[in-house]
């Protein structure tokens, strides 16, 4: 392997590491959200109040879909805040058609229950559980993560200069 290899491979697999990197913060920062979501279940509840609610568009030039922002009151203990988490994974990014369907049901003035952490009143969330559609970053992140790992041990491998034969065997058919 001449010094110009080594480099480029050296090169190639700091690239693919911090592809697998990229992975897993996506993995961790997702399934974080996931699992605030399904313990969002367990917390109490408060009577709220939609103050405004409104559709918007994530990017005009590249047609990235559309967001729904929403901000809502709600009273524990005496105290009131404000909120404006539809649910721990709500990111929008969807079609028109679903984020003007998902500001009908929180249009402003409207009342709603508000799930808060009892811990942290000031932390809600209007939505609680587990939704499919939340697993899609996650399988993003695994999309990340098992070609950059693999394709950085293969290239250490290959810096390292070992060797490996593969070996097949075929079994008669009868």
């Known amino acids: 392997m001449t010094h110009l290899d080594v480099i480029a491979t050296i090169a ?3 690239i693919c590491l911090a592809l697998a ?3 897993v913060r996506i993995i961790a920062r997702h399934a974080k959200k996931i699992v605030l979501g399904i313990r969002a279940r367990d917390w109490p509840h408060a009577h709220g109040e ?3 609610s409104r559709v918007v568009q994530l990017s005009p030039a590249r047609n ?3 967001k729904v922002e929403v901000r809502y009151h709600y009273k524990v203990n005496d105290t009131t805040y404000v909120g404006d988490t539809i649910h721990p994974c709500y990111s929008g990014k969807m079609p028109d058609y679903h984020a003007h369907a998902t500001r009908e049901r929180v ?3 409207r009342s709603v229950r508000v799930s808060y952490d009892p811990v942290q009143p000031s932390r809600s969330t209007l939505s609680t559980g587990f939704y499919p559609a939340s697993l899609l970053p996650i399988i993003g992140g695994l ?3 098992l ?3 693999g394709l950085a041990t293969w290239y250490l491998i290959k810096l ?3 060797h490996a034969t593969f070996e097949v065997m075929v079994l008669p058919s009868y």
């Open 12 to 14: 190639i697999s700091l």
């Open 21 to 23: 990197w990229l992975g």
């Open 50 to 52: 939609i103050r405004h």
């Open 64 to 66: 990235r879909g559309e």
């Open 107 to 109: 249009m402003g003035g």
């Open 143 to 145: 999309f990340a993560l």
């Open 147 to 149: 070609p950059g790992t």
């Open 160 to 162: 390292a200069g070992w």
